[in-house]
């Protein structure tokens, strides 16, 4: 069965610094989606960034991007220069059929 | 163009009793999907309705099941409650024209909570 790890039950990083989530998923499919969601305390999920298994170029929004290691199946995001609106829970997934999401990171902004 | 929107935002039940939840997607989409989150758990799909038709669901016990109207409305029902039940219940909308909603962008609603005493 396919799965989804995020390593980082929580995360901090000074506004205007950069962080990186990690997400690891294992399947044995070729071709499949993997999205980054970003929850922040209102709850409504809401779509960072989708990566196309089959795209070798890392998928890029603002300030926003993945690095996208599909041998190693890993699936990181990095955000820039962070805001405090950036603060929230980020949710990595992966889907073949249906959607599989890993556990969650929260990330903290410090201003 | 309104987002979707679920209701209710709150609701309290006991144990035994049964709840249903309503879920409007975006207009023109016509799928609808819908996942439970809890602390525990963390996020699980539950079923995925495009056309009126189910055409996808996890691996939730028969206690929970849903339905699409041919306005593309859907309604998530919970039979039976138990304590365990007790979570946010999240729905999603997505176009959808080929192929299942999965690879398609998702959009979310705000989500119901849900609780069990």
């Known amino acids: 069965a396919q799965t989804v790890t995020q390593s980082q039950p929580e995360m901090s990083v000074q506004e205007a610094e950069t962080v990186t989530l990690s997400c690891t998923y294992d399947?044995?499919?070729?071709?499949?989606?993997l999205f980054w969601y970003k929850q922040p305390p209102s709850r409504q999920m809401i779509l960072v960034i989708r990566?196309?298994?089959?795209?070798?170029q890392n998928a890029t929004e603002n300030r926003f991007s993945v690095n996208f290691q599909k041998a190693a199946k890993s699936f990181s995001l990095k955000i820039s220069d962070s805001q405090l609106g950036d603060a929230a829970m980020y949710f990595c997934?992966?889907?073949?059929?249906?959607?599989?999401f890993g556990k969650g990171t929260r990330l903290h902004i410090l201003p | 163009k309104a987002g979707v929107t679920q209701t209710p935002r709150y609701l309290i039940k006991t144990r035994g009793q049964q709840v249903t939840l309503s879920c409007s997607p975006i207009s023109g989409h016509r799928s609808v999907s819908w996942y439970q989150q809890t602390p525990g758990q963390g996020l699980q799909f539950l079923f995925e309705y495009f056309s009126e038709t189910q055409r996808n669901k996890g691996n939730f016990p028969g206690r929970f099941s849903g339905r699409q109207f041919s306005n593309s409305r859907s309604e998530m029902n919970v039979s039976t409650l138990e304590l365990g039940d007790s979570a946010l219940y999240l729905c999603?909308?997505?176009?959808?024209?080929?192929?299942?909603?999965?690879?398609?962008?998702?959009?979310f609603g705000a989500g119901t909570r849900l609780s069990v005493l």
């Open positions: 990566q196309e298994a089959y795209k070798q």
């Open positions: 999603a909308s997505s176009l959808s024209p080929v192929g299942t909603a999965a690879k398609n962008i998702q959009y």
């Open positions: 399947t044995s499919e070729s071709d499949y989606y």
């Open positions: 997934a992966y889907t073949e059929d249906k959607i599989i």
